[in-house]
């Protein structure tokens, strides 16, 4: 599929995948990009899983109309990305494969060679004359891993950005952009902030009209919105004013309150809010929402003189992406020693720029007028 000035898209879809890096749910599958540029040379950029190789190639030969590739520019080593490598160099050995010193290793790990007999590493800055089109490889390291780079086309005005700006899901299924590259990003991204601020500070100085991930659709308009979402994501800034209530209960009664909180929320005229069970909602659309939002409340149960393990497993996801700036309240219940508050304090002791609610919520076993006075007040401060 020709996108833009001699490229051309020649990715695949998986439907076949359920858990993206064994972890996050991908309902609607998952896009592995690629990409070749024509011109006096022709470039590839990067290969797609390899159980797709023979859908890729057979894509490729389409679009090359019997030429022979120049070069195979690998942005990234992850296998959903670089599966192909091997393949691709035996059907065309005269192929010049280019890449960062790291990748190279990277490539003898994984498939056994570093192709050192035709290759070219790259480093900051390094350009790449195809014709018209003009290459610049820029160093993108821990976005997400530390061999990324990206690709500048200053003929097309086109960012081939690896993982960056990427998303979950199959580009022939219609969904929302931002919910899920908001929980790709911090699924996958999330920790290393300050690294992809440091990518976007180089992209401010180029002038991009599209950019073409390695997952998720093409993005050919309003690239200053994306461009925008990504430095707050990577600043850890709220995207919106919001409360999400994430729960874990293991008879009710903590669940009872969290909704009860949420009702006297709304009472209060306040409708964003969100409510999320920590045991059976999708984890990763929690943390998505504990960055979205600017106010979390953490409830949950003291359980073996520790806390409940999906809050546990919550918190330990929110710490390890660096959470930080948000406003917190805490909802704790026991039976004859109720400690969860101060556990899952002690959990967000790394976290920046915290402020704890006022008012916090104990609950002896179930609900009473005391506890359920505490909500109201709750309610109000975090509403004010």
């Not at 040379?41 to 030969?61: H, N, P, Q, Y």
């Not at 790990?109 to 900051?124: L, P, T």
Request: hydrophobic letters at 40%; charged letters at 25%.
């Amino acid at each position: 599929m020709l996108i833009r000035d001699g490229i051309y898209y020649v990715g695949v879809n998986d439907h076949e995948v359920d858990l993206f890096e064994g972890q996050y749910k991908v309902e609607n599958g998952m896009a592995y990009n690629s990409y070749v540029i024509k011109d006096e040379r022709i470039a590839v950029f990067d290969t797609v899983s390899e159980s797709f190789g023979a859908e890729w190639l057979g894509k490729i030969e389409e679009v090359l109309e019997g030429r022979e590739p120049d070069y195979l520019i690998v942005q990234h080593m992850e296998p959903d990305h670089s599966g192909n490598i091997d393949t691709f160099v035996k059907k065309y050995p005269n192929v010049t494969v280019v890449a960062t010193a790291m990748a190279f290793n990277m490539m003898r790990q994984f498939y056994g060679s570093d192709y050192a007999s035709n290759r070219i590493i790259v480093k900051e800055k390094d350009t790449l004359e195809l014709g018209k089109h003009h290459l610049t490889f820029i160093m993108a390291p821990m976005v997400h891993w530390p061999e990324v780079m990206v690709t500048y086309d200053s003929y097309a005005k086109t960012l081939f950005s690896a993982d960056g700006f990427g998303k979950f899901g199959a580009l022939d299924v219609e969904e929302d952009w931002e919910c899920e590259a908001r929980r790709y990003y911090f699924g996958i991204v999330g920790k290393f902030g300050m690294q992809t601020n440091n990518l976007l500070n180089k992209a401010k100085t180029l002038d991009i009209e599209m950019i073409c991930p390695t997952h998720g659709p093409v993005l050919k308009e309003n690239i200053g919105y994306y461009l925008g979402l990504y430095q707050t994501w990577a600043n850890y800034d709220s995207e919106s004013e919001g409360i999400l209530i994430a729960y874990s209960s293991i008879y009710g009664h903590t669940r009872k309150a969290a909704l009860l909180l949420a009702e006297k929320i709304k009472e209060l005229g306040y409708e964003k809010v969100s409510v999320t069970d920590l045991a059976r909602d999708d984890m990763a659309e929690a943390v998505e929402d504990a960055f979205r939002y600017n106010k979390l409340v953490l409830a949950t149960t003291t359980y073996n003189t520790d806390i409940f393990p999906c809050m546990k497993e919550f918190i330990n996801h929110l710490t390890e992406r660096n959470f930080q700036k948000k406003k917190v309240a805490i909802i704790e219940n026991g039976s004859w020693a109720p400690q969860a508050g101060k556990v899952m304090k002690g959990m967000l002791e790394k976290c920046k720029n915290l402020e704890y609610a006022q008012n916090n919520v104990t609950i002896l076993s179930a609900l009473n007028d005391s506890s359920i006075l505490q909500i109201e007040n709750l309610a109000k401060e975090l509403v004010a």
